[in-house]
């Protein structure tokens, strides 16, 4: 069972940065796609990036191309979101997720997800 626990969120302005953190818990971390999902609210979940096993090969929402970078480390079980230029409209709780169930697979707009952490809160300020 992995255990997901998100770190990093917090209040800033607009065009200002933030670094999320997810701490991972389990042996396989590293053969796991991993992921970052929001949830504004009144809206649904929705879909930020992901990241292969290696790390070779990652994928983004069209909102936020260019202005996050998601990474990870295996070696310290951690996958990273570095978000710059934030926007109101990035306010959103922020969801760690992992692809658990299938060890080295890769589904782009983060399909697939099936472990979840509980969020951590993103308030962008204008």
């Known amino acids: 069972q992995v255990q997901l626990v998100e770190s990093g969120g917090g209040l800033v302005q607009t065009g200002g940065s933030l670094r999320l953190s997810c701490a991972a818990s389990?042996?396989?971390?590293?053969?796991?796609?991993l992921g970052w999902f929001r949830q504004a609210p009144g809206k649904e979940r929705e879909f930020v990036a992901c990241?292969?096993?290696?790390?070779?090969?990652?994928d983004y929402a069209d909102s936020v191309k260019g202005r996050f970078t998601i990474s990870r480390d295996n070696a310290k079980n951690t996958v990273s979101l570095q978000m710059n230029s934030l926007k109101p409209e990035d306010t959103a709780v922020y969801y760690c997720?992992?692809?658990?169930?299938?060890?080295?697979?890769?589904?782009?707009?983060?399909?697939?997800?099936?472990?979840w952490g509980k969020g951590t809160l993103v308030t962008v300020s204008s």
């Open positions: 389990g042996r396989s971390f590293s053969s796991y796609t």
């Open positions: 997720a992992a692809d658990t169930d299938n060890p080295f697979r890769f589904k782009r707009h983060g399909g697939g997800m099936d472990c």
């Open positions: 990241i292969s096993w290696t790390g070779g090969s990652t």
